[in-house]
T-cell receptor, first 114, second 113 residues
Framework: SQQGEEDPQALSIQEGENATMNCSYK?????LQWYRQNSGRGLVHLIL?????REKHSGRLRVTLDTSKKSSSLLITASRAADTASYFCATDARGNFGNEKLTFGTGTRLTIIP | DVKVTQSSRYLVKRTGEKVFLECVQDMDHENMFWYRQDPGLGLRLIYF???????EKGDIPEGYSVSREKKERFSLILESASTNQTSMYLCASSPQGEGETQYFGPGTRLLVL
């Protein structure tokens, strides 16, 4: 089942502008992660935010989490052509023996126009 | 650096063939995962394993099986490949624990004719 839904599905902006992507999820979580995928490659972890955190920064990335609305946003400031990629949110879930697994959303395709 | 490798980047198989996709990680991670990725559907979990010889079904296990005989290796098996299994397959590994990062391989693009 898809836990996370990203919005928008696709986003095109000019280089230097800020890009904001949103993620909504359905059940309670312990943490939420954001991943990036360059075309045709594997995913790379960007940032994790825990359920008791509201905001987190890493370089040009800013993530917010609103557990009351079950939503998160990823902001990329001062975008660069190299930021062109797909971005996925992932929420934690538990397997039958308590082991953590992730449920990924459908992703936002970000295109930075030089 | 964590490294997750997958045996093939591209694979073409015929309907009905038995297909093996291999994944190896070099970081002694307990957890390993197999996903498939399709346009508009994101990543969907097929199977995962949290220990040698231990496995658990994900969201879409039908038509697949897995094998984990050694800690570093997790194999995905398509017993009888079908055209609807044409997809991108991604393997990942992570340490045991909460909030751990998953490390992904480069993916295998499988085409079933």
């Amino acid at each position: 089942s898809q836990q996370g839904e990203e919005d928008p599905q696709a986003l095109s902006i000019q280089e230097g502008e800020n890009a904001t992507m949103n993620c909504s999820y359905k059940t309670s979580i312990n943490n939420l992660q954001w991943y990036r995928q360059n075309s045709g490659r594997g995913l790379v972890h960007l940032i994790l935010i825990r359920s008791n955190e509201r905001e987190k920064h890493s370089g040009r990335l800013r993530v917010t989490l609103d557990t009351s609305k079950k939503s998160s946003s990823l902001l990329i400031t001062a975008s660069r052509a190299a930021d062109t990629a797909s971005y996925f949110c992932a929420t934690d879930a538990r397997g039958n023996f308590g082991n953590e697994k992730l449920t990924f959303g459908t992703g936002t395709r970000l295109t930075i126009i030089p | 650096d964590v490294k997750v490798t997958q045996s093939s980047r591209y694979l073409v198989k015929r309907t009905g063939e038995k297909v093996f996709l291999e994944c190896v990680q070099d970081m002694d991670h307990e957890n390993m995962f197999w996903y498939r990725q399709d346009p508009g559907l994101g990543l969907r979990l097929i199977y995962f394993s949290y220990d040698v010889k231990m496995k658990e079904k994900g969201d879409i296990p039908e038509g697949y099986s897995v094998s984990r005989e050694k800690k570093e290796r997790f194999s995905l098996i398509l017993e009888s490949a079908s055209t609807n299994q044409t997809s991108m397959y991604l393997c990942a590994s992570s340490p045991q624990g909460e909030g751990e990062t998953q490390y992904f391989g480069p993916g295998t693009r499988l085409l079933v004719l």
